[in-house]
């Protein structure tokens, strides 16, 4: 199966500042790659999928990179809402799976 | 709103039978392919499967002797079933509605402990 490595582990950044995580694909999933935002007690929420579209009602500091085995989400301006858990998650083969968390606190 | 909410019970002893439903409130199942994941404690989140509107399904290769995924769309619901159960399979579970394009909303979770 496709093994998704994501990082950092942990993201420190202050608030306004813009966030950088990371997520490679251990093969190409073409551009069938989704990120997920989860916070504590809720259900996670998929912000971006097919790479860069966002889905509806996600804010456009949000955005979303890559192809192949390389993935970049970007937040450009960190609000204190955006304090989550960050998953990647390939669609393009079966099983699918993700990566293992990018976790995005304030500085 | 789309919601959808896991429902079942918190406990399953070992060897035993783990039931969970979802609930759809909001839209209808028909058109959509609904799924469960799955995420150990300490572990990354698993996808378990997935059942077309249409009933067919696709399981995890590693589960795909245990799992059973139905739908109920007269009830708005989708069901997991996984048999013989172990500490293994203890996890919060969620179930959640796709494809993307149409848009995909998950359950917040229910805690599933496997133990005597």
């Known amino acids: 199966e496709i093994v998704m490595t994501q990082s950092p582990a942990t993201l420190s950044v202050s608030p306004g500042e813009g966030a950088t995580l990371s997520c490679r694909a251990s093969q190409s999933v073409w551009r069938n790659l989704a990120w997920y935002q989860h916070k504590p007690g809720q259900a996670p929420r998929v912000i971006i999928f097919g790479t860069s579209t966002r889905a509806t009602g996600i804010p456009a500091r949000f955005s979303g990179s890559g192809f192949g085995t390389e993935f970049t989400l970007t937040i450009s301006s960190l609000q204190s809402e955006d304090i989550a858990v960050y998953y990647c998650?390939?669609?393009?083969?079966?099983?699918?799976?993700f990566g293992q968390g990018t976790r995005v606190e304030i500085k | 709103q789309v919601q959808l909410q896991e429902s079942g019970p918190g406990l399953v002893r070992p060897s035993e039978t783990l039931s969970l439903t979802c609930t759809v409130s909001?839209?209808?199942?028909?058109?959509?392919?609904w799924s469960w994941m799955r995420q150990p404690p300490g572990k990354r989140l698993e996808w378990l499967g997935y059942i077309l509107s249409s009933g067919s399904s696709n399981y995890h290769p590693s589960l795909k002797s245990r799992v059973t995924m139905s739908l109920d769309t007269s009830k708005r619901q989708f069901s997991l079933r996984l048999d013989s159960v172990t500490a293994a399979d203890t996890a919060v579970y969620y179930c959640?509605?796709?494809?993307?394009?149409?848009?995909?909303?998950w359950g917040p979770g229910i805690l599933v402990t496997v133990s005597s």
């Open positions: 959640a509605r796709y494809p993307y394009s149409r848009g995909s909303f």
């Open positions: 998650h390939q669609f393009y083969d079966w099983p699918y799976t």
């Open positions: 909001g839209d209808s199942l028909s058109g959509y392919d």
